[in-house]
């Protein structure tokens, strides 16, 4: 089935521990997103790539980082956790016509 | 600061009445909208979009309104199924300069049976 795989569903990360959230996609969009889902914030932009070998920083970057090695990959780092990074995090990507992202399932990540 | 708002955290509406879902935007620039739909543990799902040329697009139960002098959407769900159930997001975004989308914090629709 199409679509975007993120692993792991779900992790408990002790503080200051380094941590790759995978996202790996097969429809072959250009364009990729990291989001984090936050009570009362919304889906909130963290990186982007809008083609294989370059990314850019969304809305709030600070703590991660993200690279695009190629088409179908997009992994996103913690270097050094932190709690306030707590959150559910979705993996994105959207065609060139940009209408309509698809979604992965996300990670539900506890910083403790 | 949060360019696309949703006031409303959630609604409860009877099983066959009308859902009315409403997102407000900061950005004037914004030129693409869309309505997302979350069920638990699972990602966001495209619902529906409008251009900003357009005021009203309808697909099936769901029609989205646009009114961008007041620079206000909203999603009507006709009738409402308890499979609507879920928390829905809106969207913006500029796409003459790239396909970001903003979204809002979310609306989460109660059906009652």
Redesign the interface.
């Known amino acids: 089935i199409a679509g975007?795989t993120q692993a792991p569903t779900s992790q408990i990360l002790a503080a200051g521990r380094r941590m790759t959230l995978r996202c790996t996609q097969d429809m072959r969009h250009n364009?990729m997103?990291w989001?984090r889902q936050d009570l009362?914030?919304?889906?909130?932009?963290i990186h982007?790539s809008?083609t294989a070998g370059t990314t850019g920083k969304?809305?709030v970057p600070d703590g991660y980082s993200v690279s695009r090695a190629n088409t179908d990959d997009f992994p996103l780092t913690l270097a050094s956790a932190v709690p306030s990074q707590t959150s559910v995090y979705?993996c994105?990507s959207?065609d060139e016509t940009?209408?309509?992202?698809?979604?992965?399932?996300?990670t539900r990540l506890t910083v403790v | 600061d949060q360019q696309v708002k949703q006031n409303s955290p959630s609604l409860s509406v009877q099983e066959g009445r009308i859902s009315i879902l409403n997102c407000d935007y900061t950005n004037s620039m914004f030129d693409y909208f869309l309505w997302y739909k979350k069920y638990p543990a699972e990602g966001p799902t495209f619902l529906i979009s409008i251009s900003s040329i357009k005021d009203k697009n309808e697909d099936g139960r769901f029609t989205v309104f646009l009114n961008k002098s007041a620079k206000h959407l909203s999603l009507h769900i006709v009738p409402s199924q308890p499979g609507d159930s879920a928390v829905y997001f809106c969207a913006a975004s500029l796409q003459l300069s790239d396909y970001k989308l903003s979204f809002g914090a979310g609306t989460t629709v109660t059906v009652r049976a």
Do not use: D, M, P, W
Not at chain 1, 40 to 45: A, I, K, P, W, Y
Not at chain 1, 98 to 106: A, E, M, Q
């Open positions: 975007i364009a997103y989001y009362g914030l919304g889906l909130r932009l982007y809008n969304g809305e979705f994105a959207s940009g209408i309509g992202y698809t979604f992965g399932s996300g």
